[in-house]
């Protein structure tokens, strides 16, 4: 039989004899069947073998998987922003992947003795951690942080901690003054004068050339909070990006546990169903064997896990059940309607392959899309859940039917499978729900069914019109908002007038001519009309530095807060500004928005205004440019990933549709298969605005994959639809031996899934709790979409007579009914 040929018998529903021909093994022709079952079934003992010899070597790999996260791979390399600041970040070292120690004394203020000494051993301390660019970091003990001042004798500056301190009470005054003329009020000393900051820039690899490990990072940084906390003297709050990566990975455990707690729930509904231990535990363990597989191929192509593609080993887990779920259900009842075990599990292997394989095509597929994005992150998330899925096709495609085939299913639990089709050869009625769910296969139900969809549809459009890209609250939304960091986080903003979220706008000019005055007095326009904006607390650049010495020129009077229009005035300053105002070749001035939160509105107000004032006084000479910051580099994310979601949303299910063409050969079957599954994206999004979650970097790729599950409930219920309707069955006699054969498993594992991950609500990550609710949402009505959207739509679209073909009057050993030779 050609590859041809089983494509073709996999796509027809399963011949329904009271006792099927050949049913036994000793009439059964081994030589029946495709080149591919064949070749699996007549030697199953060494695909068993070699299946056993791949777990083994890829479950050792898996061992030396490693979970990291790198701060490089979670922006938008190609877009125009951070192209700007990859270009200079030689020059902006600081305005990307860094952290902050706000180091809070229990004394009453910072001045107190006991409390700089601490402050100074700890700054010593974190200045040799793995990854921090020493060169920059800033503390008040730090020579680069310096104070600026006008006395009899003209300008003077000098580092803020006085030369010869001693702690005494003259020196603690004069530390007093040069903190109030450092202009680090606000930034690096809180307003209230009851903590200072320790500012520490990352890099990407350590010295040695590795990765930088956040994980560890994030450890020492425990480490170091305990142990300077027992001392009494302070208190740390430590926020950051490689902090937020680090928390995340330290609640794997408690991630694994929630996983453990999902597997064990899918498993006893799987028990529960089937009554048969051995055949849901089957199921089950070829589901995890394909997460084993999928995990130790990582390492053996370079990859690693971060803290966001850690869900999708689960996801993997959960469309294993769902296509070993229906592999079972076809060799139990096969083997209840007489059959030998191998006999059952070559014909469900026949029937179930194209289907499945096609399903898996399409979640593929809707993975692979995931790559058109260009934030690395995503993309290696695509490429991890794509080596899932194709695992996916020998493990539970191949390796579970020639597993049943050794172990088959118990009897009692066979017989129970058929009970239904038992009780209609009696002319008993179908169970209560089957003959609901056929109602929807009628006029009347369908048409109501259709506009209960339709405006459930036009009201989550409606809603998830409001649906926001980036984050919605401040702090870090992948964590809980009582979680130690967000709690730091908060800190930060009360004490320090702002967050810890930076935008910087670069302004370039040529050579030496950053202190031009002319663009000293553009930047100073810029940094007013930012100040109007909500959400901008405060700005900082050369400009600002201007008007403060133009008052400490003049008695300190306020009128003289003012950009002197003075070129000698503008390169005075410029010579004694502080690191950071301006580059060494004095071509490069970076202004600085501390920013309020890093919102998705209010990163879109600062980018429109820079973008407007750009516009306006960009000149040859003269460019502001976007963006550097850690807020800048979000708002760059943010505009790739509002593009991405509807093209990432248009190429899924341009790819699905395409799938499903193939398969069904139909156009009519592929609008009833794929409009459930845009009804469900809709909703999806409506729940996103509901539950406050905004498309980011670690939601996007959640609707894409939601596709890609649901179409597989599609794909097993209209395959044998439209295989019992070119065989002369109507629509609702075909509909309900779909529910017979694949539906009931539909429904199993729509709820089975959906319950198992809302147990993910109770996680105390925040971002898994997201995730669990999101996920349940979209198993629980891509099944419901299958069950139901799907008949009523078929009423319509697929009326009663539409393929016209007479019902073959044999069933052949082969298993498909009505397939010519």
Not at 734 to 763: E, P
Not at 796 to 807: V, W
Request: net charge positive; charged share 15%; aromatic share 8%.
């Amino acid at each position: 039989m050609t590859f041809r040929r089983v494509f073709a018998h996999a796509m027809h529903a399963p011949s329904i004899p009271t006792c099927p021909p050949a049913g036994d093994l000793a009439s059964f022709d081994p030589r029946s069947g495709s080149l591919v079952e064949r070749a699996l079934f007549n030697h199953r003992r060494l695909v068993l073998l070699l299946c056993g010899l791949v777990t083994l070597l890829l479950g050792f790999q898996a061992t030396r998987l490693t979970l990291n996260a790198s701060f490089e791979k979670m922006i938008p390399s190609g877009h125009p922003y951070i192209v700007n600041y990859l270009k200079h970040r030689g020059e902006l070292a600081g305005l990307g992947n860094s952290l902050r120690i706000a180091v809070e004394p229990r004394a009453p203020s910072i001045y107190d003795r006991q409390y700089l000494q601490t402050l100074q051993k700890l700054s010593d301390e974190v200045l040799l951690l793995p990854g921090v660019d020493r060169a920059y970091m800033k503390s008040l003990w730090t020579p680069s942080t310096r104070w600026v001042g006008v006395t009899e004798d003209g300008l003077e500056g000098g580092p803020v901690i006085p030369e010869g301190y001693d702690g005494s009470a003259e020196a603690m005054q004069q530390l007093r003054r040069n903190i109030e003329r450092s202009g680090e009020i606000g930034q690096l000393v809180a307003r209230d004068m009851r903590s200072t900051i320790i500012y520490l820039p990352l890099l990407e690899r350590t010295p040695d050339g590795q990765a930088l490990d956040y994980a560890a990072l994030s450890s020492t940084l425990e480490e170091i909070r305990v142990k300077y906390e027992k001392t009494g003297v302070v208190r740390l709050h430590i926020t950051g990006f490689a902090k937020v990566v680090g928390d995340l990975i330290e609640g794997l455990s408690r991630i694994l546990v929630f996983f453990a707690v999902a597997i064990a729930i899918t498993h006893k509904l799987m028990l529960a169903y089937t009554r048969c231990l051995r055949s849901a535990t089957l199921v089950v363990i070829c589901s995890l064997v394909a997460v084993v597989w999928q995990l130790g191929l990582l390492p053996l192509l370079g990859y690693e896990l971060d803290p966001y593609s850690v869900l999708v080993p689960f996801l993997v887990f959960a469309i294993g059940m769902s296509h070993g779920a229906q592999k079972m259900n076809g060799i139990m009842q096969d083997i209840g309607r007489g059959m030998h075990r191998v006999v059952a599990a070559r014909f469900t292997f026949r029937r179930l392959f194209l289907a499945g394989l096609m399903a898996l095509l399409c979640d593929a597929v809707g993975f692979a899309v995931l790559t058109t994005i260009q934030i690395k992150v995503i993309q290696e998330l695509a490429l991890i859940a794509s080596i899932g899925v194709a695992v996916l096709i020998f493990t539970n495609l191949i390796l579970l039917p020639v597993l049943l085939s050794y172990v088959g299913v118990s009897a009692k639990a066979a017989q129970r499978s058929l009970r239904e089709e038992a009780a209609e050869a009696r002319g008993e009625a179908q169970p209560r729900l089957w003959r609901v769910l056929n109602l929807f296969t009628q006029r009347r139900w369908a048409t109501l069914t259709l506009a209960v969809g339709a405006l459930l549809a036009v009201a989550g459009f409606i809603v998830s019109l409001n649906l926001k890209i980036g984050d919605l609250d401040p702090g870090a939304p992948e964590l809980r908002a009582d979680s130690r960091y967000n709690r730091d986080a908060a800190y930060l903003t009360r004490h320090y007038g702002a967050s810890s979220d930076v935008l910087a706008v670069m302004v370039k000019t040529p050579d030496q001519a950053c202190s031009a005055v002319d663009t000293v007095l553009s930047v100073d326009r810029l940094e007013w009309e930012l100040r109007q904006l909500p959400g901008v607390e405060s700005t900082n650049s050369l400009a600002r530095l201007n008007r403060g010495v133009s008052v400490g020129l003049n008695e300190g009077h306020a009128k003289w807060y003012e950009v002197l229009n003075s070129q000698t005035m503008a390169n005075t300053v410029t010579a004694n500004a502080p690191r950071g105002l301006y580059n060494d070749t004095c071509n490069l001035l970076t202004v600085y928005a501390y920013l309020a939160d890093h919102k998705a509105d209010t990163l879109a107000r600062v980018v429109d205004k820079v973008e407007q004032f750009a516009r306006a006084n960009d000149t040859p000479d003269v460019k502001f440019l976007l963006a550097a910051g850690n807020a800048g580099i979000e708002a760059a994310t943010n505009i790739v990933v509002r593009k991405a979601n509807w093209q990432m949303l248009a190429c899924v299910y341009g790819a699905v549709t395409l799938l499903c063409l193939l398969t069904f050969r139909s156009w009519r079957a592929v609008v009833c298969a794929v409009l459930p599954l845009v009804v469900t994206s809709i909703l999806c999004e409506a729940l996103m605005v509901a539950l406050g979650i905004g498309v980011k970097v670690a939601t996007l790729p959640v609707i894409a994959l939601g596709v890609g599950i649901g179409v597989d409930y599609a794909l097993y219920v209209m395959s044998i639809v439209l295989a019992r309707m070119r065989q002369g069955d109507t629509l609702a006699q075909a509909y309900r031996q779909a529910l017979r054969f694949t539906g009931k498993v539909v429904l199993l594992t729509g709820i089975t899934l959906a319950v198992s991950v809302a147990t993910w609500a109770l996680s105390p990550i925040k971002f898994q709790a997201d995730m669990g609710i999101l996920l349940a949402f979209m198993f629980l009505w891509n099944m419901v979409g299958a069950l139901v959207l799907l008949p009523a739509l078929a009423h319509f679209l697929l009326p009663d007579g539409c393929f016209s073909r007479p019902r073959s009057a044999t069933a052949r050993q082969d298993g498909v009914e009505g397939v010519p030779a």
